[in-house]
C-alpha cells in the first residue's frame, strides 16, 4: 500500500440570506475560488480554527454556537503548498442573517472576496478541487442545514 503525505484541514461554506456563499479568489496555491479555509495544527479543535480561520482570511467574526459541523471527509489530489496530496477535510456551515453582509477584509492569501451563487461555482473553470467536490458532494444536505439553522434563530 502507497503511503501518502495527508494533511488535515477545516473549512466553512459561509451562506448569506440569499444562499449565496462567500468565496475567496486565492492568489497563492493553490490558486482560483476557494472557501475559507485552513490547515489543522497538532491538537487544535477543528471548530475553534474554522472559527480563526474565517477571522483571518475574510475579518468576519462567526461565534462558533454559529457554526454547524457537516462531516469529515478526505478528498485525496487535493495538493496544497505544503506538499500534501491528500487532505481530511472537518467542514462546517453558516448562515449569516444580518444585513447588510459584513465588510470583508481579505487577508495576503486572497486578492478579494465574492459572493457566488452555486450555479455560478458549478460553471467556474476556476473553483478549487475541494469547492467544487464540497458543492458536488454535499450542496443538498447544506441547503437543509441552512434552513434549519434560519429557524432556529
Known amino acids: 500500500m502507497r503511503r501518502r503525505y495527508w494533511h488535515e484541514s477545516v473549512g466553512v461554506i459561509v451562506l448569506d440570506s440569499t444562499m449565496k456563499i ?72 453558516s448562515v449569516l442573517t444580518s444585513q447588510p453582509t459584513p465588510r470583508l477584509v481579505v487577508n495576503d492569501e486572497a486578492s478579494s472576496a465574492i459572493w457566488m451563487n452555486v450555479e455560478e461555482i458549478k460553471r467556474s473553470k476556476k473553483v478549487s478541487l475541494p469547492l467544487r467536490y464540497i458543492i458536488d458532494i454535499y450542496w443538498n444536505r447544506l441547503v437543509e442545514m441552512a434552513k434549519l439553522s434560519a429557524h432556529s434563530l
Not at 475560488?33 to 491538537?43: D, I, N, Y
Not at 471548530?47 to 457554526?67: C, D, F, H, Q, W
Open 22 to 93: 462567500l468565496c475567496l479568489r486565492r492568489r497563492i496555491f493553490p490558486f482560483g475560488f476557494a472557501l475559507p479555509a485552513g490547515h489543522l495544527e497538532v491538537g487544535e479543535a477543528p471548530l475553534l480554527a474554522v472559527s480563526k480561520e474565517i477571522r483571518e482570511e475574510t475579518g468576519v467574526v462567526i461565534p462558533t454556537s454559529r457554526l454547524i459541523f457537516v462531516d469529515t471527509f478526505d478528498i485525496f489530489g487535493d495538493s496544497c503548498r505544503r506538499g500534501s496530496d491528500h487532505h481530511r477535510w472537518h467542514l462546517f456551515v
